[in-house]
């Protein structure tokens, strides 16, 4: 199996490496509108083979995966003709500009048995899946709320805005974490350079009384990329910046005492030792790479698939809809 | 001058401590419904007269002033009743429990000529005066963002929520370093032990593009205490966790190097020194109490008086209404 | 019982305030050359008794026990005569000014039957007794090196250096954790202001290849309290700066893989969970004066009675010795 | 120009980088004695060229220089060929295993007018760079300790020693800031699994009371990588670990304020501003690289040239002579 590599900007390169060194991929063959592009890709890459046009690329025999790495606005049109030409997809995240444009991808995939993934490499980082397995096995107990920071100086986008550039990473994490349905969505935002949101929150609810709630900023001079979730039974704090110990689990939290209404509840605070645990440190890429491959393969489908993938910009068409009306609740309940 | 001090629960042996050293002061006079209390009180505080009912302490002539540390249900009535018996008034935050409530009490302050006061503590920090300082000589530049985190495990309050416990302190310290009107106010927040949210995210905007959050939270594994302030010269992260260098400044921007319209628009970074200014660790509560003294001496209004009181009242009464409409955006303007 | 406290400088107000609250302490009679600091003793502890004289105070029939807060070079003659009146003893550290005068210390002490006490306050902290427990309980392994670093701007001592100022804390935590007999120290520093040492680095070998090290400086512009503690088992990081995560237990280590010789050796690293055990964080100077008390009462050993306060200023003037000798090793072995 | 580099093993690799992109270099030639290794360099670089000896290497007329990437105890045999052969010479650190091997080196490339270069790589970082400004303009005044600390868990060397592996880096760093000649070294350090130290503290003292000291640990639990610098004026905190502010400068210091005499001094504290300023982020290697080609270009010395190699050297020799003697003062005076 070969895979085509479609865009050589700023992610195309770290998906030619990945699919390089990755066991079931015979051989990677790039595709990039500017010629200058390619010719870095292919001094950079000794082996790796080039396309020409996207036609000439989809037309490749040998050619069975297609993985998409160009601006959101070109995942669709670039990635229909990409499954209509019988090639399983792997999207860069968000999947595409709307939840209709994902539907219809989802549904050609479908009809044409292909794999159709998105490429949210964080799910697959050590850290995400210890919390997942934290969640899953029910150590944390009913989770909370979910809190996330990712903030830094840079790298304003001219085609996009903060939310749609930032969010995506935490959306899927608390997707793939919490694996509920939200039932609604506000943001707030501001403006400060150009016509796009620089700065904005975004809050994601759900049926109980679990809150999610994002920050993201393209201005601030210092780098977070923190999340919290509080659950029932355990705490955790995710902060991506720490070199090695990613995860603190905190056994702290409330006990309810006595209750004798709604209104009058008597809580004890419980602490008790905080925990590291080990975590996978393997680069997420290789991984993920590795799922969509096997994906192929044994025809089950990856952990980001289209499902995943159509879910997070769900949230994300929604925000923006609160975005224009100043941070009403978009109800997601159909 | 003598003090009333009313209530000796959690912040009233401060207020009597702070009192009884302030040079002006001699004497503080304390009064608490519970006589086990006031027991304490005079056993901390040797020197420290007590009365018996808040009308005796209302009526003695050498009390000049009352401080009031109670539930802030009773912050109204027990605070009219002093204004009415001629006693200039220092309340606890929040200030009352209405807008309306507020303006009374301004109301007969001004008329009577009596100094009314609101103890917005973090106002007289080192670290928010020097945050000020910053702002007033021009050297942030204009405010983009505000940003606070201030969340940690408990205290669960019965008779308030996270937002009217925890939120007045970053909303005055907002006020005074921005110092303008608010247009709006929304919050989203949940509830999990009892009918009381204890996780809670505020925002408030300005009418430029200037946009202020809030995240309050009794429930966090981690106890943080942070403010950042995006300026477009310079910008701030307030972490007062930190035990020395509480403030530090970015030499970090954006800046535009060619705008041809708001639709396309060339950044550029900047990114110079860092620096964390000396900051007076004097402690703020004894330069409130001393500003709460001069003003009454001198007759001047001190830095948190009444006005920008109601002020942090106004933003929780619009957050109050804005978490019962699920985040809609609350107007402030008239 | 009574308590006399002798010295009512830096360190004599929490030794009053701590013994006025113990449970089976009846009063507290304090005393000071300067009259104008028992003023201050008397005003800031009402129910205070004071004496004029040191002679009175030892004269008191109902005071039982002495607590000596004066300079290190009055704790023998001060306490000499205490004891030699038949009273308890509790000397602030380090516990004399030579091994010689502790050795006669414990000598009248033991022939009198008196407790004899050195108040290593570190010892019975939360976070020291934590280590403790982890290395009788065997989960540490072997203890390999032990590392302290305690450094902070002043407070430059005119009587004293930085060695005998500083290290004696350090010191009996090792003392209390290791429980060996050291075999040899040496010493290294630095004078810049005066003739004592301001910088120091102290060597302590023992039997085995442990290997302990202190870092004490009077000028560094941070405030380090850390210690490294390397078992062949776990490894400990004790960072007394955390205000709650004091200790961090490391499963990290080396395992022998093959040994060929002791030239070729090949080893391989163990990484696992990291976890920070919650600690009790009750005063720790309450515990040393409850072990006082009860030693009094029951007649046994108090944690950090003579013996230990003994062997750490064997230690202390081991390194005067090897700083005089610009580093040389001075044996410990008799 | 051609750069001949000699070993592909660890470092090897970025040297082979560097190189290939440094503006004079035309090309790169690699000898590995492992074949395995030779064949891993060529598919990892396209382009390089390889030899098959490294009498080959030497022989070719297009190799102006060699740069040695072995072990230590082959940098003199393979570097005297190299300069023997007219080949200016770029040696790994540490320089060589000995100060006359670095003497004779040193004397055959003067007599041969070839340059001899020792790759420290951390002194053409931005940090120490900046440091080293603030030194030389005078601002950090007289430099009183210079404290580091260098530890992590592994790489266990087979070889070498920890102080031979690891101090190199802090040495020349001190070296290159403080520039004086210092006049001892002692050294103590502890075995425990195999006859070379993992564990050791270096002493270094100078003329004044100028004293250097440095932690190296091969089983430490966390990685830290600080230096500790008080000047008179100002104090330094480089900490390598943080991923953008390196270095943090404290206005902090003490002020002699009167002094009767050695043995009485009162001083006082002095605490200001901390500033982060902005540092290169280029990476040294590439700056090396540079300063290696221009310096053969131009004939002028690189900054780590072969007496600052040697007198790394010299450090080294006398703390392994101070180890065998338990950290016996070993003088570097002649």
Redesign the interface.
Known sequence: MKIGVVGFGYWGPNLVRNFQSAPSVEGVVCYDASDKRLAIAKQKF?GLEVAKTYEELLARKDVEAIAIATPVSTHYPLGMKALQAGKHLLLEKPMAESVEQCRQLIEVAEKNKLVLMVDHTFVYTGAVRKIKELVENGRLGEI??F?SVR?N??L?Q?DTNVVWDLAPHDLSIMDYIIGLEPT?V?A????????KED?A?I?V?YAN???A?F?V???????VRKI?I?G?KL???YDD?E?S?KI?V?????D?KERES????L?E?R????????IDLNEALSLMVKDFAEAIKSGRRPTTDGRSGMKVVKILEAAQASLRQ????ISLVP
Chains 1, 2, 3, 4 share one sequence.
Do not use: C
């Not at 707030?188 to 016509?195: A, L």
């Not at 709604?262 to 509840?265: D, L």
């Not at 100043?326 to 609740?329: E, K, T």
């Open positions: 000794p909370m709320y809190d903030v100086l840079g304003f001219h609604g506000s707030i935002g501001s403006t400060h350079f150009s016509d700065v929150y809050s609810r009384q679990l809150l709630h920050h900023n393209w201005m601030s001079p210092v780098k919290l509080g029932s705490m955790v704090v910046m070199p110990e603190r905190y056994d702290k939290g409330v309810i709604i209104y009058k509840v809580v605070y602490t008790g030792d905080m925990w590291a645990p080990k100043n941070g009403a609740m």
